[in-house]
């Protein structure tokens, strides 16, 4: 047992409080702008799939595949970037890695084949690869331990109102033409180009650590110092061994989380790339139509979200609060297959509603069985795999339209995965058991990073 008092114990824990309420006013919104950005270059190709089928013969099976690759690259260089932020710091490392993600985005204007589209959406996954796990990894040198997972949170909530402003900002693009580029390509271009300028004004405002924070007072530098090294100091003496993620999944309860992750991502990315060409079917509507009409299920979602999150908290039954929103989005996928374009949509944003939702009522389950000295670690390893989904989902869409004509049987996968995945829910851990933590004495942040 740790018998040692932080001096913030005895001190001033207002001075604590104080710092970390400017943390994260300073940080917070510049990541969730960072992650708008991020989660915009990612999926616009769904805008532009007709367009670039046209131009470039890019069909149904190659935009799946090549959608997909993203989250191979992503999953591939996620730990070596991390890896290599912690030599460098995380003001450099986050940096570079908006700048390259963005003019890889905005190369996307001036491919020609498919071959070159397979080629910039690797890249993009190379490039982007460490954002996620690099942000929860500045919390872990920002905050203490306790408001890491509130700010995680708040964090998350980017990729909702990314979604929701994606499809206007890209039908509004997309009607741009002159100087010998279609609108397609000058949406690629302005939407890449503008990660690039916004990585100029992260390099200024953002501080490795913060006793380079001219914005924090000495007392309050020290306090944050103090508070994140005792934690620190904490964890290396509980076990000075690091686990590995093969230790890692070893934990049943971890690989269930991961997979449950997988499933929902399956849902999320299957609508976020087909859903512009579901609503194109719907009549002979403008880009910009195209784009508002893509906002609605994410709207919708995101009144959901804070629905769901609060009925949660006044009724704390997690695991069945996610397998409700599951089973929402299974019913919705499921009536998206009986129905013209017109019936298909209405059920997508009823689906919408469901997994979205499972999707952020998920991560209170995983942060809740894991000990806080690990959770960042593991909450970055599950987002990896998960996301893995972003690559199934694409490629068997693409492959099942380019063989058969249709998505119904996607659809229908997707109905039974988010059966599954409501049925799996019920069999994880939500807490700890006392005195039972496999997990409890290693710190993985790093190891994983």
């Not at 709207?299 to 908290?313: D, E, H, K, N, R």
């Not at 851990?429 to 496999?438: M, S």
Request: glycine share 10%.
């Amino acid at each position: 047992m740790n018998t040692s008092s932080s001096p913030l114990d005895d001190a001033e824990p207002s001075v604590l409080q104080t710092a970390v309420s400017k943390v994260k006013r300073h940080v917070l919104p510049l990541f969730v702008i960072m992650f708008i950005v991020n989660y915009i270059d990612r999926v616009n190709i769904g805008f532009v799939r007709s367009h670039m089928e046209h131009d470039l013969g890019i069909g149904a099976s190659a935009y799946g595949f090549g959608a997909g690759l993203f989250f191979i690259a992503y999953a591939l260089f996620e730990v070596p970037s991390n890896i290599l932020m912690q030599k460098v710091g995380a003001r450099l490392w986050l940096t570079r890695i908006m700048f390259t993600w963005g003019l890889v985005a905005a190369a996307m204007a001036f491919i020609q084949n498919e071959t070159h589209f397979y080629i910039l959406r690797f890249l993009l996954g190379v490039a982007e690869a460490g954002f996620f796990p690099g942000v929860i990894y500045y919390f872990t040198r920002w905050l203490p331990g306790v408001e890491r997972g509130k700010a995680i949170a708040i964090f998350l909530s980017g990729s909702a109102f990314a979604s929701l402003i994606s499809g206007p900002l890209s039908g509004l693009l997309l009607q741009i033409e002159g100087l010998g580029m279609h609108g397609w390509q000058w949406m690629y271009f302005i939407e890449g180009m503008f990660s690039v300028g916004l990585c100029f004004f992260v390099w200024f405002w953002l501080d490795s650590r913060p006793q380079d924070a001219n914005w924090l007072t000495q007392a309050e530098k020290d306090a944050l110092t103090t508070a994140i090294d005792d934690e620190q100091r904490a964890r290396e003496a509980a076990s000075p061994v690091k686990l590995s993620m093969g230790q890692l999944l070893k934990d049943p309860q971890i690989i269930l989380f991961c997979l449950m992750y997988f499933f929902i991502q399956l849902t999320i990315y299957a609508a976020t790339f087909w859903l512009p060409s579901i609503i194109k079917k719907m009549g002979d509507l403008s880009d910009f139509q195209v784009g508002l009409f893509n906002s609605i299920p994410w709207f919708i979602a995101i009144v959901a979200m804070y629905g769901f999150a609060s009925l949660s908290a006044k009724w704390k039954h997690q695991q069945a609060w996610v397998a409700c929103a599951l089973l929402i989005a299974a019913a919705g996928m499921f009536m998206s297959t009986t129905g013209g374009p017109v019936f298909a949509f209405i059920a997508i944003c009823f689906a919408a509603l469901g997994f979205k939702s499972a999707s952020s009522l998920f991560w209170p389950i995983p942060q809740g069985y894991l000990d806080a000295r690990i959770a960042a670690g593991v909450i970055a390893l599950i987002n990896s795999l998960g996301n893995l989904g972003g690559f199934v989902a694409p490629t068997a869409f693409g492959l099942l339209e380019q063989q058969t004509g249709s998505i119904q049987g996607g659809l229908y996968g997707l109905t039974a995965t988010s059966i599954i995945a409501a049925i799996l829910v019920f069999t994880v851990r939500t807490t700890r058991k006392p005195g039972g933590e496999p997990l409890a004495s290693a710190d993985v942040t790093h190891s994983h990073s």
